[in-house]
């Protein structure tokens, strides 16, 4: 069992200082790490790019790695979104692992995956990925070997049929969804949309709370894991936004916009490992 975590800045936030949010995010990957220790990573995403870090150990020395203060010190000075930053933050998208399928010695296995113009996380196991691999010819982008690659790669495979809608990125999840056999709770981010968070679940849990006054999103598999990190004065009162099982929501943190729907539910096996 995984977990799954990340913020979200809202456009116009009243962030006044990084120390505080780099000390959360820190303090979130330490709680989460009791469901996942073998491997830890981080996306950080911005205007121009999302920038991964992953490496196969715990959380805990993940977040006292220099390759981790590096990225939170130049990608995460969340303050620049009231200078002149060139590109400041919009969102960090985290991950602990606890291994199903593909070795985490090699790092294409550790989350976050990126597959095409998608970059995610997951937590749960996928039953049908190789036959899906199969179904779809889809095979030739395949990095690594873990199960959790074939969400991100449908998703990658479906919005580009549907780009020129509206809502197109909803109607690649739940078309992927429709084909996943396991259990899942993802978080995933379109780098031709950063300003866009989605997050999606099936029977793993994700918890969401929108900081209104702040104006900061926050999630996580546990409400514990939340509650332990989010302690800083700064942060204030909360909503917990409901994300019911077989459901979605876009988080677009540039117009401050919530956008939930239903998945489209698999007629496969479900396993929850």
């Keep these: 069992m995984c977990s799954i975590l990340g913020f979200g800045f809202q456009k116009g936030h009243s962030i006044q200082k990084d120390e ?15 469901r996942g220790r073998t491997s830890t990573g981080a996306a950080f995403v911005n205007r121009k790019d ?6 196969m150990t715990s959380p805990e020395r993940f977040v006292m790695s220099e390759e981790y203060k590096a990225a939170s010190r130049k990608y995460l000075s969340v303050v620049g979104q009231g200078n002149c930053a060139a590109s400041p933050p919009i969102s ?26 998608i970059v995610g996380v997951h937590n749960g196991g996928i039953t049908n990925d190789e036959e899906l691999w199969s179904k779809f010819k889809l095979s030739k982008n395949r990095r690594g070997l873990v199960d959790s690659e074939i969400i991100f790669a449908l998703i990658d495979h479906f919005s580009k049929e549907t780009e020129q809608k509206i809502g197109y990125m909803a ?18 981010v379109n780098i031709r949309n950063p300003y866009c968070i989605w997050l999606f679940r099936n029977y793993m849990p994700c918890v969401i709370r929108h900081y209104h006054a702040l104006g900061m999103v926050v999630w996580g598999s546990a409400v514990g894991f939340l509650t332990s990190s ?8 909360f909503e917990e936004i409901d994300l019911p099982q077989h459901s979605g ?8 916009q919530f956008e939930e729907f239903k998945l489209n539910e698999s007629k496969r096996s479900v396993w929850t490992a």
């Design 171 to 188: 109607e690649a999840i739940k078309k992927a969804s429709s084909y996943l056999a396991g259990s899942y709770a993802c978080a995933a």
């Design 230 to 237: 989010m302690e800083s004065s700064i942060f204030g009162p």
């Design 92 to 117: 960090v998208i985290g991950h602990c692992r606890a291994p199903t399928k593909g070795t985490p010695h090699d790092n294409h296995n550790n989350h976050p995956i990126p597959s095409g113009s």
């Design 249 to 256: 929501i876009g988080i677009d943190l540039h117009r401050s």
């Design 50 to 55: 999302v920038v991964v870090v992953k490496s």
């Design 20 to 34: 505080p949010i780099w000390e959360a995010l820190s303090k979130l990957f330490v709680c989460s790490q009791m």
